[in-house]
């Protein structure tokens, strides 16, 4: 799949801005030097607890509220791997559908997080995998994909979760 990409405009980096500030209240995280994977933490607790919510009936998917949810709580994991990996905000267009994503600085990975929280939210027995994700980059795990390639690390760990495991011979 072809992806065009350009830089966020000052009015979405503005709006981004906002959003991470309403973010940041939902996680209601005291301390204020928390580190990345703190926040990745909290943030991957926080959608389980919108899943429990939505799961109970007690919250609707399809409001306006879950998408102010998952554009403030996208805005904020996006903005934890910008500070801790150099990713990028960008807008990326594919199939006629533009996405804010965060990308690695060779783009051979990003991930839309507002997109995926949605997700989350409108699907509550997906597997909410903030924190794995995290660790995958921490980690180095996907510093061996191709320059360029656009992979789509969330759907990519959705995709994986639904995998067999091969029996151990």
């Known amino acids: 799949m072809a992806f065009q990409e350009r830089e966020l405009n000052r009015e979405e980096i503005a709006q981004t801005k906002s959003d991470n500030r309403y973010g940041f209240k939902l996680l209601e995280i005291k301390k204020r030097d928390a580190t990345t994977r703190e926040v990745c933490h909290q943030l991957e607790y926080v959608v389980q607890e919108f899943q429990n919510d939505f799961r109970a009936g007690t919250r609707k998917s399809d409001g306006q509220e879950s998408v102010e949810i998952a554009f403030a709580l996208g805005a904020?994991?996006?903005?934890?791997?910008?500070?801790e990996f150099g990713w990028t905000w960008i807008c990326i267009e594919a199939n006629g559908v533009e996405n804010y994503v965060v990308a690695s600085g060779n783009r051979s990975v990003?991930?839309?997080?507002?997109?995926?929280?949605?997700?989350c939210l409108d699907?509550?027995?997906?597997?909410?995998?903030?924190?794995?994700?995290?660790?995958?980059?921490e980690g180095g795990t996907l510093?061996?994909?191709?320059?360029?390639?656009?992979?789509?690390?969330?759907?990519?760990?959705?995709?994986?979760a639904k995998e067999p495991t091969p029996p151990v011979l």
């Open 123 to 137: 699907k509550p027995d997906t597997r909410c995998n903030i924190l794995f994700a995290y660790d995958l980059i």
């Open 110 to 119: 990003f991930v839309a997080p507002a997109p995926f929280i949605k997700l």
């Open 76 to 83: 904020v994991w996006g903005n934890q791997l910008v500070k």
């Open 143 to 160: 510093d061996s994909l191709d320059e360029n390639g656009y992979a789509n690390l969330m759907v990519s760990l959705q995709h994986a």
